[in-house]
């Protein structure tokens, strides 16, 4: 009997204004997409392209609820009114559905008119924020190369004003990476709940001449000039053929251990003290792969593919990744999005994922939450030489290591329907008789008049219940 199949459901990044933002983000990978529509000097997503795309993925979507991502550049460029369209659109075209939206976002044009209507039409809001003054204006700056952090932080308190919905998206890269609990604090302090690290990986070409600070000074003008970015531009995607014996990857881009150290210790802080107060996306996700229930996010799932990213005119793409023309799926003025997405060409994308993992990925004890990430990352070769392997492999293996015990643990605690939280009063307890770990999980298999599983030899009520 064949099973039933799942109903269709994917997520689209749409660029409505495309690569254009008012900030020129050093590391930033999509700047230099412009170079797709030479001689293009309208940006801004037209009315006809915006009511199709909108009617169409509403459409296409076989589950109740359907949500929208705008991204750029930066959205906000296109200012209030633009987005009060869109939101007239979904009502006209949800067909019942419940119809959500997120924008991700600088934060640097935020005002009140902003913020009110943020809130009134309940927004989710990514705001990118790299850490503290000296960790975020390293890299993220405009064009006249101005540091961004009181602008931003301006934005910041302007959602807390308006009571937005936000969380915070921090690019870890080669500087921040060095201060994980500054950044971690820093970003609490400031009221984020919700968190996600995205690791910064930007590989040269083989013939790239490496690009350093050095090589960049800013113009006479105090404006850096445009440039292409190597590995982005040049020539697509990194190609897994080509040099992989010593990858080479810019200034800005993460150490392949770093991330690992990074999420390690900004971990070993929050399982202690901010479990279910603070939600981290990478623990988040872990979680529910170590429960069962997947990953939650495409970089961990076994294959990819139901992630794409819309430009501006209508192109779709495999994704936000691959925005280069090799990826282009179709327009959707001239093809339907379901039948791009469910296209043999994005089914072979998304199953490449899965099928050119190398052998050394398949024997790793940490597949089953690795699934060797994004493919984007595989540029480097395994120990016995074959090509494939992740860049971050040595965070991944450090990270999904050092926490599988505590997983474990909350998992424990989900099954005897208890709150993954009671981890820190385990850790409390742990600290106290001078352990470096918590105890076992005691189940509801365990009586409270029955001896603690910690091998306290007291009564577990008068023991670890207590604590927890």
């Known amino acids: 009997m064949t099973a039933p199949k799942s109903p269709l ?3 689209v990044m749409t660029k409505p204004i495309g690569p254009i933002c008012n900030l020129d983000c050093r590391y930033c990978f999509y700047l230099q997409k412009e170079d797709l529509f030479p001689g293009n000097r309208r940006w801004a997503m037209s009315d006809e392209v915006l009511e199709r795309y909108i009617r169409d993925y509403i459409a296409a979507q076989e589950v109740p609820e359907v949500n929208f991502a705008w991204q750029g550049g930066e959205p906000t460029l296109l200012g209030v009114r633009f987005f009060r369209k869109v939101v007239e659109l979904q009502r006209k075209h949800a067909r019942g559905k419940r119809i959500t939206n997120a924008i991700q976002t600088n934060g640097t044009l935020l005002d009140d008119e902003w913020c009110s209507f943020l809130h009134d039409h309940e927004f989710l809001v990514g705001l990118s924020l790299d850490g503290p003054r000296e960790l975020h204006d390293a890299y993220r700056r405009d064009k006249r190369d101005r540091p961004s952090f009181d602008r931003v932080m301006r934005g910041l308190e302007l959602m807390q004003k308006h009571r937005v919905e936000f969380n915070t998206l921090t690019v870890v ?38 690009v350093t600070e050095d090589s960049d000074p800013p113009d006479g003008e105090g404006r850096r000039p445009r440039r292409p970015k190597p590995g982005h531009v040049l020539a697509g995607p990194p190609d897994v053929d080509d040099d992989l014996a010593a990858p080479r990857v810019t200034d800005w881009s993460v150490e392949a251990e770093q991330f690992g150290i990074f999420l390690c210790a900004i971990y070993d802080e929050w399982v202690r003290n901010d479990v279910a107060r603070v939600f981290v996306q990478i623990f988040d996700t872990a979680l529910g792969i170590w429960a069962g229930a997947g990953a939650s996010l495409c970089v961990f799932a076994e294959t990819c593919g139901r992630g794409m990213a819309l430009e501006h005119n209508g192109d779709l793409y495999a994704c936000d990744h691959y925005v280069y023309p090799e990826h282009r799926l179709g327009n959707i003025m001239e093809q339907n999005i379901r039948t791009m997405v469910i296209s043999p060409k994005q089914t072979a994308f998304g199953d490449a994922k899965r099928d050119s993992l190398p052998a050394h990925c398949r024997s790793c004890e940490v597949l089953f939450a690795c699934r060797g ?4 990352h595989r540029f480097c070769r395994t120990p016995d030489g074959e090509p494939g392997l992740n860049y971050l492999c040595p965070s991944y293996k450090r990270f999904f290591n050092h926490i599988d015990r505590d997983m474990r643990l909350m998992t424990q605690l989900l099954e005897a329907q208890r709150a993954p939280a009671e981890i820190m009063g385990m850790y409390a307890m742990a600290d106290r008789r001078g352990g470096a770990s918590p105890i076992p999980v005691a189940n509801r298999a365990v009586g409270r008049n ?5 091998g306290s030899g007291r009564k577990y009520k008068h023991c670890c219940l207590k604590q927890t």
Not at 176 to 194: I, M, Q, T
Not at 450 to 454: L, Y
């Open 373 to 376: 990430e994004c493919p984007k």
């Open 9 to 11: 459901a994917f997520h």
């Open 450 to 454: 029955a001896p603690c599983p910690c």
């Open 173 to 210: 890269n080669r500087l921040n990476a060095h201060h994980p609990l500054e950044v971690y604090r820093f970003l609490k302090e400031a009221g984020s709940r919700f968190l996600q690290f995205i690791p910064l990986v930007e590989r040269l070409p083989p013939s790239a001449k490496p």
